[in-house]
């Protein structure tokens, strides 16, 4: 609470008080002011009372208990004024037992054109309750406090300002202006404060109004809600008073593992307070592209799905807090294509069978379930595919020393527009085998003539390529003696 106080004392101008008769015929006169939209409450020197009923602010007569004698005040921008707007009063008196007002005045309010006196000879100001911005003992609601010829124009003899009970206050003071006091005396309890505390500083902080304490200011840190309490304790008594304050607004997504193969499980977690606290139903995850990804849970923070095809997509968790308040988070990930590699022997030899295999890898699960076909193929003329899968034969050799190639195919799904299909190749060496000579031995009592047959290999090239031409000759396939 801050304190100030200004004052002038000893004071060697008498003058005697007496209320004037054009004020004394009013117990509260009311005034507002256009321009600055204040409406100003005048005692005129009567003791007065402000009290609230039903959450409207009264002010009467100390002696009038009949409300529909009393005065209503306005909602806000509010002044009472002990004394009055023109001439000095012998004594003022203002009791505050509940309500809210922006200033209280202990002195009379005078207008710096007018050439009189404005005197109060006995102000006080007791506040057992409610709250004022400002309590101050003297000051010129409409001078302007600066066109009296003396600070003495302006005078309150003796002055007494007590403020105790739940009475919450801004700032008091004793002189403000161009003003003076001869006699103050101003006893603040130490029990009526106003404190404003946040319930999650992470997501709302509070600070109490530069010059006024009976507002505050909250800043939004992250998304989240805070209660917001307004408490002021008196006399071991505290009273509260809470707000909401619900703050919205983008939040980070986490993905988990951050590079992604077709069959992995995908964990995307909203990075905020509030979305750990909330319950299930508060969120909403959307995937934009079902291909790439299928949705397998959905628990609050957390959102899992499993990588079913090749390429981008997105995600994203829209969070709406129970006053309706919304904010939205995004992940965007890849799933990286599968890879294949082709084992085959590095050279065969004309005419033997031999097996092509194709492994997939960087996925997890087996490919058939994922989806993924490959198929192996000749990619020359020198190979033939057999009737097992991927088995073949060599049944030519390449001009010129060339390799035979065999070709894999791998098909996967992948996102609509991009091209699920890869292509790989291995080169195989063909051999031929030396072709070993056979003697056949004929005589002319009784092995006149005997069969002979090609090389086995040229057979089985013969059965596989109707094309193949073979002969023997007489020195390397037979010798007669």
């Known amino acids: 609470m801050a304190v100030s106080f200004r ?35 005048y005692a005129n020197g009567n003791p007065v009372v402000i009290e609230e009923v039903g959450g409207t602010t009264y002010i009467h007569p100390e002696d009038v208990s009949d409300m529909d004698q009393w005065t209503e005040m306005a909602s806000s921008k509010t002044a009472v004024v002990a004394g009055s707007k023109e001439g000095d009063v012998d004594q003022g008196k203002i009791t505050m037992n509940s309500g809210t007002v922006t200033y209280l005045i202990g002195s009379s309010s005078g207008s710096k054109s007018a050439p009189s006196y404005y005197h109060v000879k006995d ?6 309750g409610g709250a004022a911005n400002n309590v101050i003992a003297n000051y010129s609601i409409t001078s302007g406090n600066g066109a009296y010829e003396t600070c003495r124009d302006m ?66 840190n992250d998304i989240g809600t805070a209660v917001v309490t307004a408490s002021y304790t008196a006399e071991g008594k505290t009273e509260k008073t809470q707000i909401t304050v619900s703050v919205g607004g983008d939040f980070s997504v986490s993905v988990n593992p951050s590079a992604v193969k077709m069959g992995d499980t995908i964990t995307f977690t909203a ?45 994203q968790v829209v969070y709406t807090d129970m006053y309706g308040t919304e904010s939205i988070g995004n992940a965007a990930f890849t799933v990286e294509a599968p890879e294949m590699e082709i084992t085959v022997p590095e050279s065969v030899e004309l005419g033997k069978p031999f097996k ?26 020198a190979l033939e595919a057999l009737e097992n899968d991927n088995e073949y034969m060599a049944v030519d050799v390449p001009a010129d020393g060339e390799p035979a190639v065999i070709s894999a195919r791998m098909e ?70």
């Open 7 to 41: 004052c002038i004392e000893n004071s060697s101008v008498i003058r005697s008080f007496a209320l004037p008769d054009s004020d004394a015929e009013n117990a509260i006169t009311v005034d507002t002011n256009a321009y600055s939209g204040l409406t100003t409450y």
């Open 123 to 128: 102000s006080e100001i007791v506040m057992n």
């Open 155 to 220: 005078l309150v003899e003796n002055s007494k300002i007590t403020i105790g009970g739940n009475a919450v206050v801004g700032y008091v003071y004793g002189c403000f202006g161009y003003t003076a006091i001869d006699n103050r005396d101003i006893l603040i309890k130490d029990n009526a404060r106003v404190v404003w505390t946040s319930s999650n500083e992470a997501a709302v902080t509070v600070q109490p109004a530069e010059g006024n304490p009976f507002q505050a200011v909250v800043t939004g």
């Open 271 to 315: 990075n905020t307070d509030a979305v750990a606290s909330a319950s299930n139903a508060d969120y909403v995850w959307t995937i934009d592209d079902t291909v790439v990804a299928e949705e397998m849970q959905s628990s609050g923070k957390t959102f899992k799905v499993k990588a079913a095809g090749v390429g981008s997509a997105s995600v």
């Open 356 to 381: 092509a295999s194709a492994a997939i890898t960087n996925v997890s699960g087996e490919a058939e379930t994922l989806g993924i076909t490959v198929q192996t193929y000749e990619a020359c003329e």
């Open 412 to 481: 996967y799904p992948a996102k609509a527009g991009e091209n699920g299909q890869d292509y790989t190749e291995k080169t195989i060496r063909i051999t031929v085998p030396k072709l070993s000579g056979e003697t056949i031995y004929l005589n002319t009592t009784n092995a006149k003539e005997k069969t002979i047959k090609a090389p086995a290999l040229i057979g089985t090239l013969y059965d596989h390529m109707s094309f193949t031409e073979f002969s023997v000759r007489d020195d390397e396939a037979a010798q007669v003696r």
